[in-house]
């Protein structure tokens, strides 16, 4: 009995753990997280600049519309719209000054502000842009993996007219 449990034990403890990383790390590759928040009708806003979300590579793909909207009291705010993105482990929205990153290097090497965790990995969201920050100063949205350093998805923002 004492042989079997200094098998079992170890086998069981080694099983748990892998299989709680595996589920940590995979879930997100089959769970969406939808969301599909409304913008309030009675705020006044003008769309300042906009981008279409690409593919980072073949296995971090995104899709759908980024644009910054300003508000009369001049509120800046980031609308993702029509917005799907390959999900992941601790996913947060970035403004990157670089226009057109291709790789997580172009991001790293670019200056960047955080927005916040993103809500969903699919639908319509706004996120606020801080009052210290100038979009126009920023040439990307880029969706970005903090916790491993990887670009999942960016769109290059245009100003508009």
């Not at 799907?84 to 790789?103: A, F, I, K, M, Q």
Request: net charge negative; glycine share 8%; charged share 15%.
């Amino acid at each position: 009995m004492i042989r079997f449990l200094k098998i079992a034990l170890p086998v069981f403890i080694l099983g748990f753990v892998a299989g709680n990383a595996f589920w940590y790390l995979a879930s997100p590759l089959w769970i969406d997280n939808e969301v599909s928040e409304a913008l309030p009708a009675e705020l006044m806003l003008t769309k300042a600049a906009e981008g279409t979300f690409t593919d980072a590579d073949s296995v971090h793909k995104g899709q759908g519309m980024a644009s910054v909207l300003v508000s009369a009291a001049g509120t800046q705010l980031l609308r993702l719209t029509d917005f799907e993105v390959t999900n992941g482990p601790d996913l947060e929205v970035w403004l990157v000054t670089e226009p057109s990153p291709e790789t997580s290097a172009d991001v790293k090497a670019s200056t960047w502000v955080s927005l916040g965790r993103l809500k969903g990995n699919k639908g319509d969201q706004t996120y606020v842009i801080p009052e210290d920050v100038t979009a126009s100063d920023y040439g990307s949205v880029v969706i970005w993996c903090e916790q491993f350093g990887v670009l999942f998805s960016p769109a290059t923002l245009a100003p508009t007219t």
